[in-house]
């Protein structure tokens, strides 16, 4: 399996418009800081005690967004920033494991809606794996997906809080006043390179 630590964190688009909103400083602080390649215990508690989680992959022009959902365990977390999970029967399409099978390159969501605020974005160089011992971790599954990461904790504010019918109190609206800056955007390697038209910065 590839590795992720081989690739650049950012591509020409993205720099555009991290210089276009003066943000290119905070971006890399923000790699510097939180990118890293095994889960954190909180990372893996997410991982662990979610039903789902999303998945995106890609193929020249077939681009494909599926929700994959299990029991809470049904990811199955390793050292080494290695995740499998299992592909269950399903409507015989496969386009997240066709797209897989052409390009390795995914990208995974897992997020918390019940006003928690947590949310792991992570970005994966897949395989599939068919042995009879790895699937047989995995009741029900077809084949496995194994995927060796790159994560990234993304700042959840905006999710809304599905559990109590709630919106988030940090979307901007009209008459709604600002809230309070977000945890962290006060860390030392962030509060002072804020973006200058950020309204949290100093």
């Known amino acids: 399996m590839s590795n992720p630590e081989n690739r650049e964190f950012y591509h020409e688009g993205m ?22 390649y095994e889960f954190w215990d ?14 995106a992959s890609s193929w020249n022009n077939y681009v494909d967004c599926n929700i994959k959902s299990g029991d809470p365990g049904f990811v199955k977390v390793y050292d080494g920033g290695v995740i499998e999970y299992p592909e269950y029967d399903g ?10 099978s052409r390009n390795p ?6 997020v918390n809606f019940d006003g928690k605020s947590r949310r792991m974005r992570v970005n994966g160089i897949a395989s599939i794996i068919d ?63 804020l973006p200058k038209n950020d309204p949290h910065r100093n």
């Open 131 to 193: 042995d009879e011992a790895t699937i047989s971790r995995h009741y029900g599954a077809k084949f496995v997906i194994k995927i060796s990461c790159e994560i990234y904790p993304n700042c959840p504010r905006y999710a809304p809080n599905l559990q109590d019918n709630e919106v988030s109190n940090d979307i901007p609206r009209y008459g709604h006043e600002m809230p309070s800056a977000p945890e962290w955007k006060g860390r030392d390697y962030i509060r002072d390179i």
């Open 15 to 36: 720099r555009n418009f991290q210089d276009k909103f003066d943000g290119r400083r905070t971006a890399d602080a923000l790699e510097k800081h939180r990118k890293h």
């Open 105 to 110: 390159n995914v990208a995974l969501l897992f």
């Open 91 to 100: 409507n015989s399409m496969y386009r997240t494991a066709g797209n897989i």
């Open 42 to 55: 909180d990372e893996i508690e997410l991982i662990q005690s979610s039903n789902f989680f999303f998945i």
